[in-house]
């Protein structure tokens, strides 16, 4: 099984793409049970209750919507399918723990439950806390709770053992390694597709193929048009008041938002790390030595002219360091210490150098602002507005919602709104992505919904930032594919033409350079060319690093980029195929040439703050115990109570 593993996750491309085996379970021979009275899941013949299930999923859920308090009805069903992911896990593990004859001793059971500080008054353990949290908290005896425990450490030392089993070679170490912090320059030459649009032509029998097999291209979509009534809370901000009581509860309710951090304006000159991701010693000593140099300049020189000159930060250089009103709260340690401790104190006086994970810069901070929070009279005129449109979009609701059971049945929302002195617009036509009137541009669901009404159904109330609105579906247009005698899609069609016609110019062109650098040599085929294809040399970058490598290589075909890259080995070497241009106007491809390599040295290996080797072993650790987490499960007896299988496998499970 090792082997299967690292021959797919070994490799120069296993630290660019590692394709692990994701814990996917597409329940193979699922069956439900022979009684359906039997409340409970069977793996390999052995029950686990309903209510266990339950009590599993309700923690997973509980875990979910900690990392994601908004947690929707597709997460909430994903939680049943990752409690069975659980159960699955801990099945397998046990079972192969008894294949390896493992035991839980006393005393190894007694030390696990001591160390848990959910049993421990003031860092001692407590039996009567003990006791009184497994009974009454957790609802558990103690020999079934003790039960788990004796199965969780189980767990934990056969995952330990499956995860030991995977050895990483030196040679995958150092091949990840270069790969990864090697620097290397690229010749390129990029053929834009543009180039050659002008010189494209077509015949009409050209245009009517292409078209033909592109007919679903210029397919056009279903259109509606709809009739809406909009009532808005400004109509009733007039008739409602705020009172003092009422004011006073919104100054509670809102405190957090009336409370401004503290803050500060600060500017800053960064000298960067030459590698960012690992500094060397070397690095650290040769930026902090620049960064005291450029302290001393700015104790003496115009602090924004400096920054433009020396600073290595791209963004806030151009406007002289400038970074703006900075919070206590952002994650930058180091400078944010610097900022609001020593910075604050010494105000428009250059301060460093200051470390961060990027470098060291030389900070100025020129206002400090302390932590503050608006006073009941300061934050008055705009809670009493708070309150009044709270009320007035109560009563915009309760406007809407009459209009609503008038319109439902017998008459239509236009004789509705008439009876309730209520005006009706109506829409332009518009599709599902595009046109829509304005109170269905945020209402993705309710946009999707107006399409599937029929003429003269009546939608959902929509409720906006200041509006309610009520709408019916009042014409359709169905989706069709015009002819060619449409104009605009003959244009579109045409300019598609061209445009593809001139694309593949751009690839047989580059095609014939690359046969050409085969042949003569990258600097000879280079010589032959005209001033369209745009020519160049990358600076020195590491390969997973292509935001160094600069324009236009940034922007192109990443993956075939990294796969053409990691066959370049001597400075000469060019790669055999297009790199296609994706993310740029004009599109297009280029062709690459290693124009130079330095190898990084391989004593950096696992230094404090250089290439470590752990990653790698813990991807592959990981790897491995999903290979055998899939292999395992595919090997269970899996039965599902029938009240379990549509929230698991959906409606229609297949029977074994």
Known sequence: MLNFIRQRAGGTFSIVIIGAIAIVFIFWGIGTQDNSSQMSITMDGEPVSL??????????????????????????????????????ERHNLLKMANKFDL??????????????????????????????????????????????????????????????????????????FHFATDRISLNYVQFNTADYLEEQTFTDEELATFYSLNREKYRLPEEIKVQYVDVSADKYMDQVEATTTEVEEAYTENLPSLSSPESAEVSHILILFENTQSPTADDEAKTVATAEEVLQRAKTEDFAELAK??????????????????????????????????????????????????????????????????????????????????????????????LEIAARYPTTLAEAAAALNLEPATSEFFSLNSGSPAFLNDQEQERQRAFTLDVGQLGYPVTGQSAYTLYSVVEKKPSSVPTMEDPETRAKAEKDLLFEKAQQKAMEETILFLEKAAAAGWEQASATLSETPKKGQSPLFR??????????????????????????????????????????????????????????????????????????????????????????????????????????????????
């Open 103 to 176: 035991r839980v001793s006393d005393a190894q059971l007694n030390n696990y439950v001591k160390a848990d500080p959910t049993f421990q008054v003031e860092g001692v353990f407590s039996l009567d806390r003990y006791k009184d949290a497994v009974t009454r908290q957790m609802g558990m005896t103690l020999p079934s709770y003790e039960k788990l425990m004796r199965e969780d450490i189980l767990i934990n030392q056969m995952k330990k053992i499956l995860t030991g089993l995977v050895h990483v070679p030196r040679s995958q170490i150092l091949e990840e």
């Open 309 to 402: 000159e020396v600073s290595q930060d791209t963004y806030s250089a151009e406007g002289g360091g400038d970074l703006g009103t900075v919070e206590r709260n952002i994650d930058l340690p180091g400078f944010i210490e610097a900022v609001f401790g020593e910075g604050k104190d010494k105000l428009n006086e250059p301060i460093g150098p200051v470390r961060s994970p990027m470098g060291y810069h030389i900070i100025k901070v020129r206002e400090y602002h302390p932590a503050s929070v608006k006073s009941l009279e300061e934050a008055n005129p705009e809670l009493t507005e708070q309150v009044k449109l709270r009320k007035a979009r109560a009563l915009a609701a309760g406007e809407i919602e009459r």
């Open 543 to 656: 390969r997973l690093s292509l935001f160094e490598a600069g324009e236009p290589l940034i922007y192109s075909d990443i993956n075939t980029l990294y796969k053409a890259i990691a066959s370049l080995v001597k400075p000469g070497q060019t790669a055999a195929e297009p790199i296609p241009v994706l993310q740029t106007t004009p599109l297009g491809f280029m062709a690459v040439n290693l124009a130079d390599f330095q190898a990084a040295d391989e004593k950096e290996i696992d230094l404090p703050g250089g290439f470590s080797s752990e990653p790698i072993r813990m991807r592959l650790q990981e790897t491995f115990y999903s290979y055998w987490l899939y292999v395992s499960n595919k090997e269970v007896d899996l039965r599902l109570p029938e009240e379990l299988q549509p929230l698991i496998v959906g409606p229609n499970p297949v029977q074994q």
């Open 51 to 88: 209510s266990e299930f339950r009590r599993i999923q309700r923690n997973v859920l509980e875990q979910m919507r900690l990392s994601d308090p908004d947690i929707t009805q597709e997460m909430e069903t994903a939680s049943y399918r990752r409690t069975l992911t659980v159960l699955l």
